[in-house]
């Protein structure tokens, strides 16, 4: 491994990729690898919800009138979990920061902690941008079909069913989800585009943002995903 990553100090890593990409297979797979959590905010607001917290009780009246939860709320929730004591040799950020100012509010934040105990350094993220050809995203997307009593998941086009329509464990009808239509997902894509561009730009301006081809099978992407990691240095000067 390169100077400044091992497996005892795995430092922060940011995944940015749009719905489709694969971000939260890979994102497991590092979890497992390196043993460092995968941080989600929805499961950092759903958590804070669920056990009352001054944060979440917040949220919870925010989303009772249908509103977003702010910012200045979600930033708050995420330098919590972040300071918990698992997150100390590093963790896997998904799906945060979904803007440039959340980008920037993150670059403060580790500018202020020290994940390496042992040395005192200070570490920046490592970012690892999915890059999957658009075409590719509606097919991975709107080839979804659901079965209607298990839940378990084909893809007409990857890993369509025996029989079209019909679920090879238990004969049930396959069905397309809303968020699987072809006009939604075109919809997800635009609308991802447009909210997290500035995002890669931000770490791009700042020669942090590695890009990883998603069009290529799973485990050569993991594969590419540990390289990264494991070749990337994550200290600050």
């Not at 949220?59 to 702010?70: D, F, H, N, Q, T």
């Not at 970012?127 to 209607?148: A, E, F, K, M, P």
């Not at 500035?198 to 990883?212: D, I, T």
Request: with cysteine; aromatic share 6%; hydrophobic share 35%.
């Amino acid at each position: 491994m390169a100077e400044g990553v091992s497996c005892n100090n795995i430092g922060p890593v940011i995944l940015l990729g749009p719905p489709g990409a694969g971000k939260g297979t890979q994102a497991k797979r590092i979890a497992e690898r390196y043993g460092i959590p995968q941080i989600s905010t929805g499961d950092i607001l759903r958590d804070n919800v669920a056990r009352g917290t001054d944060l979440g009780v917040k949220a919870k009246a925010i989303m009772g009138r249908g509103e977003l939860v702010p910012d200045d709320l979600v930033c708050d929730m995420v330098a919590t979990r972040l300071r918990s004591a698992d997150c100390e040799r590093g963790f896997i950020l998904d799906g945060f920061p979904r803007t440039a100012k959340q980008a920037g509010w993150l670059d403060a934040f580790f500018e202020g902690e020290i994940f390496d105990k042992s040395h005192g350094d200070r570490c920046l993220p490592i970012v690892i941008r999915l890059d999957v050809d658009y075409n590719q995203l509606v097919h991975r997307l709107s080839g979804r079909r659901t079965c209607s009593a298990n839940g378990h998941i084909y893809n007409v086009y990857t890993q369509p069913p025996r029989v079209a329509d019909v679920c090879d464990i238990d004969g049930s009808a396959l069905i397309i989800r809303k968020d699987d239509r072809e006009d939604v997902v075109q919809e997800r894509l635009r609308v991802y585009d447009v909210q997290t561009r500035p995002v890669a730009e931000y770490y791009e301006q700042k020669g942090r943002l590695v890009s990883v081809n998603g069009d290529l099978p799973m485990d050569q992407v993991t594969g590419q995903m540990f390289w990264v990691i494991e070749h990337h240095s994550v200290h600050a000067d």
